[in-house]
């Protein structure tokens, strides 16, 4: 995704392990390289997985709504109507198919216990709740305080940069946008997203409609909605899936099983939690504060 008004930025770290002390790795690893008006774009999920707002899913014992959500509606109803109806891929059909019992109880019980079951409903990325690049069994949870942790990001890096820049926390799960409205299958705490749950998902695959990572918080940000949405999606454009954008790809690229992924494996991946955003020269800043 090209943009006339920003160039975008990776910036590579270690893989942020839980108790990870991440702001410091962000302070190192962008230091040098951030100027006044510049935006830190921050990936939600490596942000959970530092803080500990992980869940061991091996240790979480399933209930009967559980397991019919894994052997019926994941199995049944997305493997041989949803996934067909909303024209998913056919790998992605097949896996819904063969949806794996115990563990895919016990994640959808975590989704129940943690975003409820409306979204439990949905076929990944529950409320998001994820489990692409985590080690074992740990799925990653949405952060609840995510405008406090932004603004921590943003008044650590004045403090020891001096630098003035915006912060951005952004989750790979699109925003979908029909005209000036837009909905997300999870919270965001930006204004202008309405949290729809599943139904965003539906909507959006069914009418084809512009999708867009979706932006958790801001601070410090002078932009309109569609500006962050675009800038969202171009942070995330450029970052990569780090050891896969599924827990089935991740698998796959180390030969092992869905929960045999190592946090010494996933050590051994490129990983880009952060993209700076740099305004183009002769760009003039527009849109309110959120």
């Not at 080690?135 to 008044?155: C, G, H, N, W």
Request: glycine share 8%; proline share 4%.
């Amino acid at each position: 995704m090209k943009s006339r008004k920003f160039k975008a930025k990776a910036i590579k770290t270690s893989y942020w392990r839980p108790n990870t002390n991440y702001i410091e790795d962000v302070i190192n690893s962008v230091e040098t390289k951030l100027k006044d008006g510049d935006i830190l774009v921050v990936s939600e999920k490596a942000i959970s997985v530092a803080l500990r707002n992980i869940v061991d899913e091996s240790k979480v014992k399933p209930g009967i709504l559980a397991y019919f959500l894994a052997l019926v509606w994941m199995r049944i109803v997305w493997g041989y109507f949803l996934g067909p109806i909303l024209r998913m891929k056919r790998e992605n059909i097949e896996r819904f198919r063969n949806y794996p019992i115990p563990e895919g109880a016990k994640h959808k019980q975590v989704c129940i216990n943690e975003v409820g079951l409306f979204s439990a409903l949905r076929h990944g990325s529950e409320g998001g709740i994820d489990g692409s690049n985590v080690a074992y069994s740990f799925v990653a949870l949405p952060l609840m305080q995510a405008k406090q942790i932004a603004e921590d990001i943003r008044t650590e890096i004045l403090k020891r940069t001096g630098k003035r820049v915006a912060v951005m926390i952004v989750d790979s799960d699109k925003t979908y946008s029909f005209g000036s409205y837009h909905m997300a299958p999870r919270r965001s705490f930006v204004e202008g997203i309405r949290d729809l749950g599943p139904i965003a998902y539906f909507l959006g695959r069914i009418f084809h409609l512009k999708r867009r990572s979706t932006p958790i918080a801001v601070c410090g940000l002078q932009a309109n909605i569609e500006e962050i949405l675009d800038m969202a999606e171009m942070a995330d454009k450029v970052r990569g899936h780090g050891a896969g954008p599924t827990v089935w790809d991740m698998a796959n690229r180390f030969d092992t099983s869905l929960t045999g992924v190592s946090w010494e494996m996933l050590e051994k991946v490129e990983h880009r939690p952060l993209v700076i955003l740099t305004k183009r020269k002769n760009v003039s800043e527009r849109g309110k504060k959120q």
